[in-house]
């Protein structure tokens, strides 16, 4: 059966604070490795998509990469404003959208 | 552009009374839409899928079902609610060569 684990859970950090969050995953198969930002009360929102070990992706301060067995976000000098939740989610099956998701990582980022 | 909405934001209901949650996608033609469950403290889990009009796929049995009358439109239903049914709601379309899931904003179902 195809999992997700995502740690820490929750993740405190002063404003420049540069620290990663991991995302263990095993399936049959990986079709694609997705990171997706919550903030309370919404739905979440798409990150990056990451299909093979060694492929990395950036986006502003934040930077995914992928190995066979775990992907990394990466999130560098943190600004308030990238406090969120951060969802981790695998590829099951043949059609896109049916993902497995992780329990996410709640990242709060102090001034 | 393509836009998702769906409604209500929130929703408080009596135990064993029924469920009707809308979805509809603008922007875009014959979508593949989802419908995910949140519960407190866990990962996201599917609960139905569709690839057209008609089209519904299960993916855990449940207390729920789902329909897709239109090509964008997806509702989600029960006949009578349980406790267990509460948590936040989702709403998705595959877009981006169905390679990104687009979420709504989501309904928080509270039963009591």
């Known amino acids: 059966e195809d999992q997700v684990t995502q740690s820490p859970e929750a993740l405190r950090l002063q404003e420049g604070e540069s620290s990663s969050l991991n995302c263990s995953y095993t399936v049959s198969g990986l079709r694609g490795l997705f990171w997706y930002r919550q903030d309370p009360g919404k739905g979440p929102e798409f990150l990056f998509t990451?299909?093979?070990a060694g492929e990395e992706k950036e986006k502003e301060r934040l930077k995914a990469t992928l190995t066979k067995k775990e992907s990394f976000l990466h999130i560098t000098a943190p600004k308030p404003e990238d406090s969120a939740t951060y969802l981790c989610?695998?590829?099951?099956?043949?059609?896109?959208?049916?993902?497995?998701f992780g329990a996410g990582t709640q990242v709060v980022v102090t001034p | 552009s393509q836009t998702i909405h769906q409604w209500p934001a929130t929703l408080v209901q009596p135990v064993g009374s029924p469920l009707s949650l809308e979805c509809t996608v603008e922007g875009t033609s014959n979508p593949n839409l989802y419908w995910y469950r949140q519960a407190a403290g866990r990962g996201l889990q599917l609960l139905f899928y569709s690839v057209g009009i008609g089209q519904i796929s299960s993916e855990v049995p449940q207390n729920l079902s789902a329909s897709r009358p239109q090509d964008r439109q997806f509702i989600l239903s029960s006949k009578k609610l349980l406790l267990s049914d509460s948590g936040f709601y989702l709403c998705?379309?595959?877009?981006?060569?169905?390679?990104?899931?687009?979420f709504g904003s989501g309904t928080q179902l509270s039963v009591l």
């Open positions: 998705a379309w595959a877009g981006g060569g169905n390679e990104k899931l687009f």
């Open positions: 990451l299909y093979s």
């Open positions: 989610a695998v590829q099951a099956g043949d059609s896109w959208g049916k993902l497995q």
